[in-house]
């Protein structure tokens, strides 16, 4: 059981970074996406963008500020004797 509670922050910390990295992702090509719509006049394209990549970017924002708040409660490394 040890090493299952020393793995958790290990494992949280990887799933946050991995949920993280696929937020910025899809953000960032859905803000593209819709600048090349503008650029493009094209207001379907800009719609298209914002109803399909929207939700899957509020999915994965969301997973990562759970994984992150998470963390925070076993990860041992960030404790202080001081107090």
């Known amino acids: 059981m040890s090493t299952t509670k020393n793995r958790l922050p290990s494992l949280l910390k990887t799933a946050f970074f991995v949920t993280f990295v696929l937020f910025m992702g899809i953000g960032f090509v859905l803000v593209c996406t819709q600048v ?3 650029i493009a006049t ?5 719609t298209w963008a914002s109803e399909t990549l929207t939700v899957p970017a509020v999915i994965f924002a969301s997973a990562a ?9 076993f990860d041992s490394s960030e404790m202080d004797d001081d107090d």
């Not at 500020?65 to 409660?73: L, N, R, S």
């Open 36 to 38: 090349i719509g503008l």
């Open 42 to 46: 094209s207001p379907a394209m800009v």
């Open 65 to 73: 500020g759970i994984f992150a708040f998470i963390h925070t409660y």
